[in-house]
């Protein structure tokens, strides 16, 4: 099994940026795709953007498109989520999750998460 560690979040100002990262161990992660979702309070946790194996395809939320970037270095054994024009309604939990997938969307597609970082935007 694979297991993933967040890092990078914080308190940024609107239209700041942040970048996440997310190292894996246990197994390599050119094994997997990734994705990253986030979850607010109160809310559902929902889909930011995934990258194939490969980093070949990449999608992304409708409402983080042309703002974030998603990457990975499979020699390094990281993901990355690059996080630019951010804004208030940005706040949330972001967790990186990993799947024997090509690629996914849904949080049902993804075997293993990890535990989270927050992502705070003042206004």
């Known amino acids: 099994q694979v297991q993933l560690g967040e890092s990078g979040g914080g308190l940024v100002q609107a239209g700041g940026s942040l970048r996440l990262s997310c190292a894996a161990s246990?197994?390599?992660?050119?094994?997997?795709?990734m994705g990253w979702f986030r979850q607010a309070p109160g809310k559902e946790r929902e889909f930011v953007a995934a990258i194939s194996r490969s980093s070949g395809i990449t999608y992304y939320a409708d409402s983080v498109k042309g703002r974030y970037t998603i990457s990975r270095d499979n020699a390094k054994n990281t993901g990355n989520l690059q996080m630019n024009s951010l804004k208030p309604e940005d706040t949330a939990v972001y967790y990186c999750?990993?799947?024997?997938?090509?690629?996914?969307?849904?949080?049902?597609?993804?075997?293993?998460w990890g535990r989270g970082t927050q992502v705070t935007v003042s206004s």
């Open positions: 246990g197994r390599p992660l050119s094994s997997y795709a």
């Open positions: 999750a990993a799947t024997a997938l090509n690629i996914a969307r849904r949080t049902d597609e993804y075997a293993y």
